[in-house]
Structures are given as structure tokens and as C-alpha cells.
């Protein structure tokens, strides 16, 4: 489909509240983005995104994530496990990536929540520049035309960001080995292992960003939308991960 | 069980400041006074929530009585052709372009932040997001300047009923983050100042930028008769009861536990979409006025609004919805609950606001609507509890207040240079003022909304060092920018008030010329001892005055501001603080100009003159040396150099600029080098003593990093404004390297000084 027919839903709560620039990273690409709050929401139907920003839904005073994944599952909970059966794509940045993780869709092996993003080693909000390495991109529909070993500069600005699996730093490794690491936090030289505070928040085997098995459910802890013109020496920045999902959509729908 | 009581004025003088002091009104014998005589007039007595309401109307912090004498006589009247309304209400409106205005408000909220620093600062930031909604207008950005005493401060120097000033920052930096990061307005610029004198008396200033399209602006005045006041928001509960007249004296060693009460309790979830549900009813045109309830809660806002429009108001007090069970009616009134707004409606608008709010989860009440004449009547459980003319409780009384000169003998210090002029630099970069910040700054979000073009902290990642202002971009499709800045320097104001007000402001159009901005607007929050003691009192007079001094050359005025007196507790009175926010405006946020050195081989320049103002600076109290002259400013000099400063920025012919304060140029070169990497070989020559020529905090004055094929445009321009200008150095390498008349001073790599300077606060803070 054309890019200017594709609908996005960029669903919101109160506390919710990095829409605006999400909303604009799509306008500028010509798609239709929709900002709904979920007390207005009917439907994912003719929508082909689903996108959850950051900020701290309902306060995230429960656990990141966890009070807006709730409401998910009870107002459209069934709509969206088919809308991700379908293979229409998901995208959650920051808070967005914790609510999906908290509705078990990410890393997503059918297993229900098998991952949490904890508390910053350093206890603390952590606002700074970091730098990733794209490490298997071409495997999900929100990077795919990011060339494999490229580094981008994308903001972080987060207190919860340190991805734990549930089966340890084995299972961080076989989802690295099934392609659904897409990002890992490096320093100035490309360094996986430089320590904090390249790796602001702790994240074991330096997991920035995932995507499940299919590759159409992507979270990630830092902001591409907030560096939307600002391109690397290639040229790739956050833009690209938004042309990425919307080439996906006009090439799969 | 709650209840209106009938208070009885005619009793003896001795009755009535007993009363004052029983009814926590705040409220002068005098004032009792003038009262007393209108309610003779009525021919009955005041009731409580009467006294009560004119209590925080009257009281320092809600109509200025002791400030709005000198303000009016020296700031207000100074007019600038892009303001577009400034001062009357919460936020100065300035245009941004010509579909745009820009919002300026600045606050304190240094009481309440000294009780409970984390709630205090909290509910500071939702305040002053309020003043900036209440416009009509978005929030983009706050800025929070802070002032503690040095978080090193020893136990037993800490008097009884003040807490440690370790805890005190520690819990206003969470409450600014929680607060700001959950609303999602980025926290751009501020500063952290320490300075004993702040032992007993934290200053917590808080400001929010706001833009609005011109059509949408909206005003604090009801449209006309019949239209409906709509309390939207949290509910109103105990507490924030007395928080104006709590600010309005001074602290006791028992406020914490007398005066808790005052503080509010911030929630930002409720504010967030508060925010959105306000925005949105007033881009479909269905408010007729909006105004925020902030000191003074309910009593303060319905009268203000209604007779601004010239009108006045019926009130259903049991119709306000309520956070507890038994409150009386004077607390609901009075109330400084958060999160909350007030709209006036017309009734047939009223389905379509109320539908608004309920798809955003924020509730919302018709408490009352506007009548002709200009009174205030409140019913409560079917009685009328509350009947006064407005134009009585808003108008209150305006002070001339006794001045007392406090002039300084001028001593003229005597001290060896320095032995080693390394360690020296080492030890300033070290000092509490001048050593990164990044320990606040990072706790910020300060790139949500995703407008941040440049943020507080600048340079290679992982080695950035502070920016002299930093930028938003607000509108999509505009390369427009709007920089931010906040300054002062208490030790110089407290020296000299004038001369150090004065600074302030030049310090202020310093940072926004460094980045490649020209001064647009200024706000500013004048915190200050108490009024009633006539040096104090002095001090605020002279503050003004050296502020109009320089602002009224800088075709930029001061559009809002706060004054907060009564900064006194246990400790003794805070330093004389004038914080001055500055908004510079760059047409094109490509060109903007950052600190860290860019490239070897560019040519170093010194822009504008050093003397031998040594008062106050970090250097001599690093070596505790008293006296010397305090920095004077030429404001005519300061905007011809700060206007070819953003000329030449906008035509990229610099390539990397920082403005020269605390340290002196010595330190502002540091600065320069460790966000960089890149050093410097700096051979300066003069006829000042070595330690006078790289110590000296004289105002008005850049380093700046220039290409070689722009130096001669570059020289002849400030050459042809008569803006002194010197070259200095070129940079080079990987150390900063620097000689004074051919004299060896320091050789120190760009690496040491970004370690010496980034650890301090983490080693203190944790």
C-alpha cells in the first residue's frame, strides 16, 4: 500500500507523553498517524501500526509499563494478539517498550512475560546521548534499512531500561542467535563491553533494543524519534527507523 | 463539625495582632484596621473565610505591597516592540513570530521547598506550568535555578528546625525530576548555586516557557454575566492551607512542624492530562477566560478573574469537590491543593467542555457564575457565608517602606600570586559553583518533546561540559529558536546589590550572545530577607534599580517575574538573591554556537576588557580574600558587543564561543577544552598582574573560537562597534597551555581537566 494510505495508532493515557514527536516523525513521511487516547479507542481496524510512546503511563507507579499493559489486555487485549498474528507491525519506545514487555509480547515466545526492565544499575533517572550498534537489524520491520554494524547516535532518558530475561544471560544469548537483538549499547569505538556509562542502565550483554521471533513487535529503550534530522556520517538516524516500518507495511500490505 | 464563625474586630490593638497570629491570617494591626472600617461600613463583622480571604489577598507573596513601589517606579514602564502583555498576568506574553507568542513565568517556591524539599519543589514545577497553560499556551521547557548551602556543611553547624542542606538538594533535585520528567516538559537550564547563607533558607525558582499560537491566547478575566465557573482538576484538600502567608514571614525552628500544612502535594499524573484537557477546550474556542489557582487557591482566583472582566461572582461552595470529609469552609476557600484550574464558561459551552475533560479522566464542577456587580457572594449549605466588594480585597495596600544604605568601606586587598598557578585552576574547577552539574542535569529529561536543538550539556558524549544556554526549537517547518538562561551570583549581590543585579542581567545576555542568540525577554525572581528590615529592604530597592540599570539598553524588558520576601529563617536571611531568567531568540537554530573547542589550528580571541574586579569572585574566595571592586556593567558596551556576537554567529564565522564568569577566563578556557578534548596554547599579554588577568570575573566578556580565514571580518567588526578584542591563542593538541607575557602559568591536559572538573559533586553527592 502507499505510504500516504497507511494509518498509525499512537495510543496514549494520561502520563503518557513523547506522542507529539512520534506523531511527527510519521507526518513528515506522509503516513496518517492517529493520536487516541484508549478511552476513545474502538478498534485496530484500518490501522496498520501500532505504536505505544514514551513517558510514564498512569504514573508508572506500580511498575514501568505495567498499569497501561493492564488496560490493554482488558479493553483490546484479544484485537491485539491478532493484529500481531496478522503480522501488522508494533513498535514501543521507552515506556512503550516496557508495556510490551509487561504484555508479554516481547521478546515474545508465546510464553507470556518472560522479561522485565528493571531499575538502572545506577538507581537513577540516566538522560544522555548513547550510542548503538546495529546488530541484527534486517530481522525486524522497524530497522531493516539499517545496514548491519552501523552505529547510531539515539538519545536515552530513562530510570527502568535494564532488560532481564528470565532465563538469564543464556537466554539474552539465544535471542541474540534468533536475530531479535537489534541493538547493544557501544562507546565512541564500537567497544560492546565499555561499561556505564555507554550502557546507561546496566542492561546485561548491553541489550538496547528487541524485536519477538516474527520481527513485527519492536521495543527499544532509547529515542529515535527524538533525533528525527540529525544523521549520522551514513545518514542514518531516528528517521530511518520510521522509514524502515513504513517501507514494511507498504511492501507486506 | 464545620462551621462559619463571626470574628470580632472591635477589641484593642493588643486583641487584634493576637488575632492575626490565632487566625494565621498573616494580617497587620493596621491592616485589621482598615477592616475593621469596612466592615463598619457593612454594619456587621467579618466571618472567618472573610478575614481568611483577605488575609491572602493582602499578603506579600499575592499583591507585593512591600516591591510594588520600586517596580512600578523603575521596571514596569520599560517597553520592548515584541511584547505583547506583559507583567499584569501569570505569565509575560512575548511574540514569537507572527502567528506565534512565546509564555515567560518564574516563581519561587522556597518555603515550602525548606519544610519538605521534595513535595516543596514538586508542586513548584506544576505551579508554574499552570501560569503558562493558564495562557492558553503549551509548555516547552523549564528552567530551574536552585541555591543551597554546600551539601558539605558540618552537623553541628546546622541550627535547630533546618534540615541539612545534603537532603535539602538531594530532595528538590527528585522532586524536579519526578515532577518534570512525568509531565513531560523538558527541564533545560537552571543553575546550582551554593552559598552558606542559603543554610536556613533554600531558594527554589522555578520557570516554563510556553508557546501558543496568537488566535488561542486567552486571558485570566471572565467574558461576561451568566458565564459559569468551571473548577476542573484534583480535588481540595488541607493541604497547601496558608501557603502565601506561610511564604510571607519568615521561617521559625518550629515551621515543620506549625506550618506543613502549607505545603501542597503534587501529582503529576493528574496534571498531565489536565494540561491537555485545558489546551484542548481552548483551541475549540469554548473557555471565555483561564486562569490557574495557585497561592491562595479559590479566594484568589474567582475575585481576580471576575473583576478583571469587571464583573463579580456567585459562588456554591459545597459544589467544589473535595479530597477530605469536614473541612471548613475558609480552608476550602483558601486551599492551595494542586493540579487544579478554573475556567469561566458560557452555559451553552458547557456540555462540550465538561465531555472534554471526561475523556481525559479529570473531573470537573460548575462551582458558580459571573454576576454584574462587582461583589462576592458564597453560599454554603443554603446560607450566604461570604459577601465583600472586589475591588476591596483585590486591590491591598502598597508599601513605602523605610530604607536603611548599607555602603561598604572599599578595602583594597593585599595577596601574593599565586605559587602554582595549575593547582589553582585545579582547586576552582573543584569549587561547588563552578565543578559539572551533570549530577542535577541528567536526573532532568531535557530532550523530551524532542525540541531540544541544544541541550544544557554540551560536547563528546561522555565528556560533555555545560552550555551557556541551550536551545529549543518549537515549531515544526521554523528554524526558529528560543535560548535559555538563568544567572546570578549571590556573593556580588550581596556586596553590592546594584552592581550585582545588574551582573545578573549581564551575565544573562552573556550566555544567550554566547550561543549565537540576541536577548529577547527577561524574567525575574527577587528573593530577599524581610521587608519590615529597612537595609533589607534596601537591598531589594537597589536590585531593582541595577536591573533597569542595564535592561533598559538591552531592547529586551523584564515580562514577568515573582518577588519573594521573608527569605529568613533560624539562620539568619538568605544572601540578596535577584535571579534573572533570559529568553534570546536566534533565527536559525543551525547556527548556533556551543562551548567545546571544534577544530586545532583556529585563532582564540578574548572579546571585550578585564580589570581589576576581583570582589567576590571564586578566586579570592578560594583563597578567602575580602575586598577589592565589584564587576561593574557598560550596558552600552554589553549590547553592541553581544549584538556583533550573534551577527557574527549567524553568519557561522564562530566556531565555538563561551562567556567568562565564575573562574574567570582561566576557567572558562578549561570549560572549553574538556568537552572537547582539543587544547589550547593561550599567550596572553597585558599590564594586570597574572593571577588579576586569568582570575578576574569582569562582566561582559566571550572567549571565542574563530577559523582563520574569518579573523580579519571577525576583528573588524567588533573593532568597528568599539568592542575590545584580542587574540590570544590558537587551539592546538590535546592540553590546555597557557603564558602570560611570556611567563610559563599552566600545562594541563584536556583529559585532567575534564575528570577534576566532572567528579565533585558525584563524590559528594553519591
Not at chain 1, 522485565?116 to 522497524?142: G, Q, Y
Not at chain 2, 506549625?258 to 469554548?286: F, Y
Request: charged share 20%; net charge negative; aromatic share 8%.
Amino acid at each position: 500500500m502507499r505510504t500516504e494510505d497507511i494509518n498509525v495508532c499512537i495510543l496514549r493515557i494520561e502520563g503518557t507523553n513523547n506522542e507529539q514527536e512520534m506523531y511527527d516523525a510519521f507526518k513528515r513521511l506522509g503516513a496518517q498517524p492517529s493520536l487516541v487516547h484508549l478511552n476513545e479507542f474502538s478498534t485496530l481496524e484500518g490501522f496498520q501500526c501500532l505504536m505505544l510512546p514514551g513517558g510514564f503511563s498512569a504514573g508508572d507507579y506500580i511498575r514501568a509499563g505495567a498499569i497501561f499493559a493492564s488496560r490493554i489486555r482488558s479493553t483490546f487485549g484479544d484485537e491485539l494478539s491478532s493484529f500481531v498474528k496478522d503480522g501488522y507491525p508494533v513498535g514501543g519506545i521507552c515506556n512503550g517498550f516496557q508495556i510490551l514487555v509487561e504484555l508479554g509480547l516481547l521478546p515474545g515466545d508465546g510464553q507470556g512475560v518472560t522479561a522485565c526492565l528493571a531499575r538502572n544499575d545506577s538507581a537513577r533517572f540516566e538522560c544522555r546521548h548513547t550510542i548503538l550498534k546495529a546488530v541484527s537489524p534486517k530481522s525486524c520491520a522497524f530497522t531493516h534499512l539499517i545496514p548491519e554494524g552501523e552505529r547510531l547516535i539515539i538519545p536515552s532518558a530513562h530510570a527502568e531500561g535494564k532488560l532481564l530475561l528470565s532465563g538469564g544471560s543464556q537466554a539474552a544469548l539465544a535471542l541474540e542467535k534468533a536475530g531479535q537483538v537489534l541493538f547493544k549499547y557501544v562507546d565512541e569505538a564500537g567497544d560492546e563491553n565499555a561499561g556505564y556509562p555507554w550502557n546507561p542502565n546496566g542492561s546485561p550483554n548491553n541489550i538496547a533494543g528487541i524485536c519477538n521471533k516474527k520481527g513485527n513487535v519492536f521495543g527499544m529503550m532509547p529515542h529515535p524519534e527524538r533525533t528525527f534530522f540529525k544523521g549520522n556520517e551514513h545518514g542514518y538516524s531516528g528517521k530511518t527507523f520510521f522509514e524502515s516500518v513504513l517501507a514494511y507495511i507498504g511492501e507486506t500490505f | 463539625m464545620a462551621h462559619v464563625a463571626e470574628i470580632d474586630l472591635n477589641v484593642p490593638d493588643a486583641e487584634l495582632a493576637r488575632l492575626s497570629a490565632e487566625t494565621g491570617t498573616g494580617l497587620s494591626v493596621d491592616e485589621l484596621k482598615t477592616i475593621r472600617s469596612y466592615f463598619a461600613q457593612e454594619g456587621r463583622n467579618p466571618r472567618d473565610i472573610e478575614l481568611q480571604a483577605l488575609g491572602q489577598a493582602w499578603s506579600e507573596h499575592c499583591c507585593y505591597k512591600s516591591s510594588k513601589y520600586y517596580l512600578k517606579r523603575y521596571l514596569f514602564h520599560l517597553d520592548a516592540p515584541q511584547n505583547l502583555c506583559v507583567i499584569k498576568e501569570d505569565a509575560g506574553m512575548v511574540a514569537f513570530d507572527d502567528e506565534h507568542a512565546y509564555a515567560v513565568a518564574l516563581e519561587s517556591h522556597n518555603h515550602p521547598s525548606a519544610i519538605e524539599p521534595y513535595g516543596g519543589s514538586a508542586t513548584g514545577i506544576g505551579g508554574i506550568l499552570r501560569d503558562v497553560v493558564c495562557m492558553g499556551a503549551q509548555p516547552i521547557a523549564l528552567v530551574d535555578p536552585l541555591f543551597f548551602a554546600p551539601p558539605t556543611t558540618q552537623r553541628a553547624l546546622v541550627p535547630k528546625g533546618v534540615k541539612h542542606p545534603k537532603f535539602i538538594f538531594s530532595g528538590v533535585v527528585d522532586g524536579i525530576r519526578d515532577y518534570g520528567n512525568r509531565v513531560g516538559i523538558p527541564t533545560v537550564a537552571g543553575m546550582t548555586c551554593f552559598h552558606p547563607g542559603y543554610l536556613g533558607n533554600c531558594l527554589v525558582n522555578v520557570g516554563c516557557i510556553g508557546l501558543v499560537k496568537r488566535s488561542d491566547l486567552i486571558h485570566s478575566q471572565v467574558g461576561g454575566v451568566g458565564d459559569l465557573f468551571v473548577l476542573a482538576g484534583g480535588g481540595t484538600g488541607r493541604d497547601g492551607i496558608h501557603g502565601v502567608t506561610f511564604a510571607s514571614k519568615e521561617l521559625a525552628d518550629d515551621s515543620d512542624t506549625s506550618s506543613r500544612s502549607a505545603v501542597q502535594v503534587g501529582d503529576p499524573i493528574t496534571k498531565e492530562p489536565l494540561i491537555h484537557a485545558c489546551l484542548e477546550a481552548n483551541e475549540k474556542k469554548l473557555l471565555t477566560g483561564l486562569k490557574d489557582l495557585g497561592g491562595g487557591g479559590l479566594s484568589c482566583v474567582v475575585g481576580e478573574m471576575a473583576l478583571a472582566g469587571g464583573f463579580g461572582a456567585r459562588v456554591d461552595l459545597d459544589a467544589v469537590h473535595l479530597k477530605e470529609e469536614g473541612m471548613e469552609p475558609w480552608e476550602i476557600w483558601v486551599s492551595e491543593s494542586q493540579e487544579r484550574m478554573m475556567m469561566s464558561v458560557r452555559p451553552e459551552q458547557l456540555d462540550e467542555v465538561l465531555a472534554i475533560f471526561k475523556t481525559w479522566d479529570v473531573t470537573a464542577v460548575v462551582i458558580g457564575e459571573v454576576i454584574a456587580e462587582k461583589r462576592l457572594h458564597i453560599r454554603w449549605r443554603g446560607e450566604e457565608i461570604y459577601d465583600m466588594d472586589l475591588v476591596f480585597v483585590t486591590e491591598g495596600p502598597m508599601y513605602q517602606r523605610p530604607l536603611k544604605p548599607v555602603y561598604r568601606e572599599r578595602i583594597v586587598p593585599r595577596y601574593d600570586e599565586p605559587d602554582n598557578y595549575a593547582d589553582t585552576i585545579t582547586a576552582l574547577l573543584r569549587m561547588p559553583g563552578i565543578a559539572s552539574k551533570d549530577w542535577v542535569i541528567r536526573q532532568y529529561d531535557f530532550e523530551v518533546r524532542a525540541r531540544t536543538v541544544a541541550p544544557s550539556l554540551t560536547g563528546r558524549i561522555a565528556r560533555e561540559t555545560h552550555a551557556d544556554a541551550a536551545i529549543i526549537q518549537p515549531l515544526e517547518g521554523s528554524k526558529r529558536g528560543l535560548a535559555f538562561t538563568a544567572d546570578v551570583n549571590p556573593y556580588l549581590v550581596a556586596l553590592d546589590p546594584f552592581w550585582g543585579a545588574a551582573s545578573a542581567v549581564d551575565e544573562a545576555v552573556r550566555n544567550i550572545a554566547a550561543v549565537g542568540a540576541r536577548a529577547h525577554s527577561f524574567a525575574d525572581c527577587l528573593n530577599f530577607g524581610n521587608p519590615e528590615k529597612p537595609e533589607k529592604m534596601w537591598e531589594v530597592s537597589q536590585a531593582i534599580q541595577g536591573l533597569a540599570h542595564v535592561a533598559s539598553k538591552m531592547g529586551a524588558t523584564f515580562v514577568s517575574g515573582n518577588v519573594s520576601l521573608y527569605n529568613e529563617g533560624p539562620a539568619g536571611a538568605c544572601p540578596p538573591t535577584p535571579t534573572i531568567m533570559g529568553i534570546g531568540m536566534i533565527e536559525d537554530v543551525d547556527t548556533a554556537v556551543t562551548v567545546p573547542f571544534k577544530q586545532e589550528g583556529s585563532t582564540l580571541y578574548l572579546v571585550g576588557a578585564t580589570k581589576d574586579e576581583m570582589a567576590a569572585s571564586a578566586y579570592f574566595r578560594l583563597r578567602k580574600i575580602e575586598g577589592g571592586d565589584v564587576p561593574k556593567v557598560n550596558p552600552y558596551l554589553l549590547s553592541a558587543a553581544a549584538g556583533c556576537l550573534a551577527e557574527l554567529a549567524g553568519a557561522e564565522k564562530i566556531r565555538s564561543c563561551h562567556d567568562i564568569s565564575e573562574g574567570g577566563l582561566a576557567v572558562a578556557l578549561a570549560e572549553m577544552c574538556l568537552g572537547s578534548g582539543i587544547g589550547a596554547d593561550v599567550r596572553l599579554t597585558g599590564t594586570l598582574r597574572a593571577d588579576v588577568a586569568l582570575f578576574s570575573e569582569s562582566n561582559t566578556r566571550w572567549v571565542c573560537e574563530v577559523a582563520p580565514e574569518h579573523c580579519p571580518s571577525f576583528e573588524e567588526m567588533l573593532r568597528s562597534r568599539s568592542v575590545p578584542v584580542q587574540a590570544i591563542g590558537r587551539t592546538d593538541g590535546t592540553s590546555l597551555h597557557i603564558a602570560y607575557n611570556g611567563r610559563e602559568l599552566a600545562d594541563m591536559s584536556a583529559d585532567a581537566l575534564y575528570v577534576i572538573w566532572q567528579q565533585p559533586l558525584w563524590e559528594i553527592m553519591g
